[in-house]
């Protein structure tokens, strides 16, 4: 969810962000280092965002300051997140640390069937229900929120009125890395309960990608999105603890498959919501 | 109609991912060829500055490991035959890159076509391998192998075609839908028992795999790749079709306009890349692994995608860079032996490399 709304700052202002799932990787290991180190998750969430930011901020020099192709460099972050969290992860593999504990909100989380999925989590899955609000209100009623957005629709009539497009969307894509990084923190100190494993996130930042289009750029839809995959991927469980025997790897292939399923039906009706540089991106040979 | 158009004819165009600017004729002046090398020279070295510090800072000697990167690979016969038989199947990925990217498309998906390619060929060599004669199975693999790929690309682009969805995003959802779908039968229907506890599908038949040459372990896949990429070469290079795609890839208005089928070259461009992505995947299988396991393809596509990004996207290039990726990757192996640094540490020099030619390669003043 974090890596959605960071990664919606960034292709706000222009730049899609493949690395997002990079952002997350060190963010995870980041957060679980300075967790490991301070004892405090919540030190271990800013050791996250900080390393997050860090990596994307490799990307903003690289695309908007030399030019370079998005979806490569953006990979090329993958690539080195992933050498780098192997590298220095190692000695965590296996540890476990202080993680967030679940609060089930009193009250709230007893309504039946609505309760848990929605009140019953860690502390930072509820910081985001402000955050996506938080987001929408920035982007799209405060001056800088204005500024991002015309960054990313019409990034000459930014330079028109003196500001810099390249600074804007560096600082976009650096934010956008920071909550990615967040992400990464949530996965370490909280989904896996304090363990740290090679490629802990598993293509959540590529499914972030891919959500913040079927959201249509919208922090609020962001959010909507990501509860979809949590209910999917709870359904799996779910099952299995009935006694109903699901091949982990159909499990594994769901939010994947739904992603696709999702873009293939909205894909074109999304298109029209797009900022207009990044539709420059998206739809790079003018089709149809 | 695109809703852009209207508002940007001009500066919009340039703004596009260009797939090769150093592939202009009437580069090879002297002087511009110097500064070009001198430039990549920069970058590479760079990059490897860069390495040798993270690898310092772990405790092991930069200049050792390089040296054992140097001795474990090229020095010896047995490491080279290894580096041969890795580069074959990342030669035929980077080509599935090299074609749509001549079009202006991005195919991060060469994994999950290799992955689907291999998982055909297995379904058909599970099959029939035992009743069969092992030619005629292998023949069928290969072609069940390059169809698939194509087809799996097919999805992409249908959808880059019809709702465009960037073949980007889709292509790499797909990667891991691939694996899963592989992980799928190795674990449920075609799990082999026999493989203590290990989750992998039944060996394939002897007479069912690639022929090896003379008495090396080096099979004729490394022949198919090299005659793939001269075959992309003059496709590319010397055939109309081959023209038209990188004018779509210049400027798709500009083709349209001069009464290309725009849409039609796009789809022919994935499905081929697709084809050659799966093509790899086949001899994946039935020249190195003789068997799906859980860790089939091992990035195999991401180094593919790399190797054209290294080579600027031109067919020749390729071999030069997917041999000297095979031979990092091995290196990766002897890396982790010799200094105590995990394999996966050999993923930060190449994330290293790409980046650097990514950034300091480029023509100055292209905006994103």
């Keep these: 969810m974090y890596a959605g709304l960071g990664e919606t700052i960034s292709e706000r202002a222009g730049v899609i962000n493949l690395g997002t799932e990079g952002s997350m990787l060190v963010g995870a290991l980041g957060g679980y280092v300075a967790t490991s180190a301070t004892g405090s998750p919540r030190l271990g969430v800013l050791g996250g965002a900080a390393l997050g930011a860090l990596l994307a901020s490799v990307h903003a020099v690289l695309v908007v300051l030399r030019g ?221 | 109609m695109s809703v852009t158009v209207s508002a940007e004819p001009a500066p919009a165009e340039p703004a596009g ?90 195919n991060v998906g060469g994994e999950g076509q290799l992955i689907i390619g291999a998982v055909a060929a297995a379904g058909v060599g599970l099959m029939l391998d035992q009743r069969v004669n092992g030619t005629v199975v292998l023949i069928l693999m290969l072609v069940a192998g390059t169809v698939a790929g194509a087809l799996w690309a097919g999805v992409a682009a249908a959808m880059r075609l019809t709702v465009r969805v960037n073949e980007a995003v889709t292509t790499l959802l797909l990667n891991y839908v691939a694996l899963f779908v592989m992980q799928y039968l190795i674990i449920g229907p075609w799990r082999d028992p026999g493989q203590n506890g290990r989750i992998a599908s039944r060996e394939l038949e002897t007479g069912a795999l690639l022929p090896v040459l003379g008495s090396s372990k080096v099979h004729i896949g490394i022949a198919i790749a090299v005659i793939a990429t001269v075959a992309v070469w003059v496709l590319l290079r010397f055939t109309t079709w081959g023209f038209r795609l990188s004018v779509v890839g210049g400027n798709a208005e500009a083709a349209r306009r001069a009464g290309f089928n725009v849409r039609k070259l796009l789809l022919g461009a994935l499905l081929l890349g697709g084809a050659f992505a799966g093509l790899a995947g086949v001899i994946h299988l039935t020249g190195k692994e003789y068997q799906l396991v859980s860790t089939f393809g091992a990035n195999i596509g991401y180094l593919g995608f790399l190797a054209s990004w290294l080579a600027r996207h031109r067919p020749i290039p390729v071999l030069v860079a997917s041999f000297a990726l095979a031979a990092i990757a091995i290196a990766g192996d002897s890396l982790q032996l010799r200094s105590g640094l995990p394999a996966p540490t050999v993923n930060i020099l190449l994330g290293l490399v790409l980046i650097a030619v990514l950034g300091w390669t480029t023509k100055k003043g292209a905006k994103p």
């Design chain 1, 68 to 288: 370079a192709n998005q979806f490569a460099s953006g990979l090329a972050l993958v690539f080195l997140a992933f050498g780098l969290t192997a590298l220095y992860g190692a000695p965590y593999v296996s540890g476990t640390i202080n993680f967030f504990q679940t609060w089930a909100i009193p009250g709230l989380s007893s309504i039946p069937l609505v309760g848990p999925v929605l009140f019953d989590h860690d502390p930072l899955t509820y910081l985001g229900y402000l955050a996506a609000p938080l987001l929408w209100w920035v982007l799209f009623r405060t001056r800088a929120g204005l500024i991002v957005r015309t960054a990313g629709e019409r990034a000459d009539a930014l330079e028109v009125h003196g500001y810099s497009v390249v600074k804007v969307r560096c600082a976009a894509v650096a934010v956008g890395g920071a909550l990615a990084g967040v992400g990464g923190a949530q996965i370490s100190l909280a989904l896996t309960q304090g363990t740290w494993y090679e490629n802990v996130t598993a293509g959540r930042g590529f499914i972030a990608v891919a959500l913040v289009i079927f959201a249509m750029w919208n922090p609020i839809l962001v959010l909507a999105g990501s509860y979809l995959f949590g209910v999917a991927l709870s359904l799996g469980s779910a099952l299995q603890t009935q006694g109903i025997a699901v091949n982990q790897a159909i499990l594994g292939a769901l939010p994947f498959v739904l992603t696709l399923a999702i873009l293939a039906i909205l894909g074109k009706r999304t298109l029209l919501a797009a900022p207009d540089e990044l539709l420059r991106v998206l739809d790079n040979s003018k089709t149809t």
């Design chain 2, 17 to 106: 991912p260009p797939p090769s600017p150093a592939e202009a004729p009437g580069e090879s002046l002297a002087s511009r060829a110097l500064a070009t090398t001198l430039r990549w020279v920069v970058a590479l070295g760079g990059a490897l500055v860069v390495f040798g510090a993270f690898v310092m800072a772990n405790g092991a000697n930069p200049l050792q490991v390089y040296s054992d990167i140097w001795s474990s690979t090229l020095a010896r016969g047995t490491s080279l035959q290894q580096i041969l038989i890795l580069a074959t199947p990342i030669v035929l990925t980077a080509l599935a890159v090299v074609v749509p990217a001549r079009g202006g498309m991005v």
